[in-house]
């Protein structure tokens, strides 16, 4: 399984944006990257995916790196609600499995 | 649209003796998945069922945990004899397809359950 590799926490204040990186050096040209949070005691939820190009939703936006060894999530005004892990996770077309590791913890002062 | 319902929320046993969790998907989602989530770990998944036949079961401990899925719909998940190493909680997720880039295969979580084996 491609690897990725995220920072253990961080934080963030109330309606700042929040950027969250993700390390991804062994991308093959199929893997997708997903985001998926994980606010406390819940199931962890969809954020984005993306595959070469930038993309936005409602919730947030990914930056991929021209390369894809790299993207960036990004939180345009953090609210207390975002407090969550965040998870980075490589998917290639052929692998239906969500392999999580241990995510970016993210906390958001008020 | 009502979320992937799991039943109990809790539960605490001690070791060796048996224990199930339920498992409702959202309507219509053919495929359902079940993950154990250690303290401080992310999910892993248990087991993956296309309807009612099982797509992934590799990482299932198959001489103490059983899942089943019914008539392609519910699910139960159980451990018989529990280990003081199963103590986490089990999330149960369902997606309307198994995979593909599309928004289509994107799993919805459970809020699942938190075993405590003493």
């Known amino acids: 399984d491609a690897k990725t590799t995220q920072p253990n926490s961080m934080e963030s204040n109330e309606e700042e944006p929040v950027h969250l990186p993700c390390n991804h050096s062994t991308i093959s040209g199929t893997d997708y990257i997903h985001w998926y949070r994980q606010l406390p005691s819940q199931g962890p939820e969809y954020v984005i995916h993306?595959?070469?190009s930038n993309v936005n939703n409602r919730m947030a936006s990914l930056a991929i790196a021209e390369d894809r060894k790299s993207s960036t999530l990004i939180l345009h005004r953090a609210t207390l609600r975002d407090a969550a892990v965040y998870y980075c996770?490589?998917?290639?077309?052929?692998?239906?499995?969500?392999?999580f590791g241990a995510g970016t913890t993210v906390t958001v002062r008020a | 649209e009502a979320g992937v319902a799991q039943s109990p929320r809790y539960k605490i046993i001690e070791k060796r003796q048996s224990v199930a969790f339920w498992c409702n998907p959202i309507?219509?989602?053919?495929?359902l998945y079940w993950y154990q989530q250690i303290l401080g770990q992310g999910p892993k998944l248990l087991i993956q069922?296309?309807?009612?036949?099982?797509?992934?079961d590799s990482q299932l401990p198959k001489d103490r945990f059983s899942a089943e899925r019914l008539k392609g719909v519910d699910s139960t998940l159980k451990i018989q004899p529990a280990k003081l190493e199963d103590s986490a909680v089990y999330l149960c997720a369902s997606s309307l397809e198994s995979w593909g880039p599309s928004l289509a295969d994107t799993q919805y979580f459970g809020p699942g359950t938190r075993l405590t084996v003493l």
């Open positions: 069922f296309q309807n009612n036949g099982v797509v992934d």
């Open positions: 309507s219509g989602h053919a495929t």
């Open positions: 996770i490589l998917r290639d077309l052929a692998d239906y499995k969500l392999s």
């Open positions: 993306g595959l070469t």
